[in-house]
């Protein structure tokens, strides 16, 4: 069953997402998922579900800050695509894991509610040149 999906829904769930983020939210995040779902972190290393919750289970990851702002959302059928800027202050292990970036989220309609099939994070870096 798919679910329809609507800009104010996904903005919702996005703000779901960041808080479960934010708090390291393992139990959260794992209603969030997709089953499938596939992390690409800023430096272009890949996470399976289980790997992305694990960071947070172990507590290896820690935010104390996670902001999501700047949200561009297109719906594309069951799928919608979201463009964002993203500030984080968090640790992963002993090391700053902190820093501005900019993400991509593909969001899903499965099952009847909204999932996060996918999310792709890069370092902002300055406006390009016009």
């Keep these: 069953m798919s679910t329809t999906l609507s800009e104010q829904a996904v903005a919702d769930f996005v703000r779901d997402w960041s808080a479960a983020e934010e708090r390291g939210d393992h139990t959260a995040l794992d209603e969030l998922l997709a089953d499938d779902f596939v992390g690409v972190g800023p430096r272009g290393f890949i996470r399976s579900r289980e790997q992305w919750l ?58 009847g509610r909204l999932r996060l099939a996918g999310l792709h994070l890069s370092p902002r870096a300055a406006a390009a040149p016009g």
């Design 54 to 111: 694990e960071r947070y289970r172990s507590k290896t990851v820690r935010n104390s800050s996670f902001e999501v702002s700047d949200l561009r959302i297109r719906i594309l059928g069951g799928t919608a695509v979201v463009v964002a800027a993203q500030t984080q202050e968090s640790v992963n292990g002993d090391a700053d894991a902190g820093g501005a970036f900019r993400f991509t989220l593909i969001v899903t309609g499965e099952d």
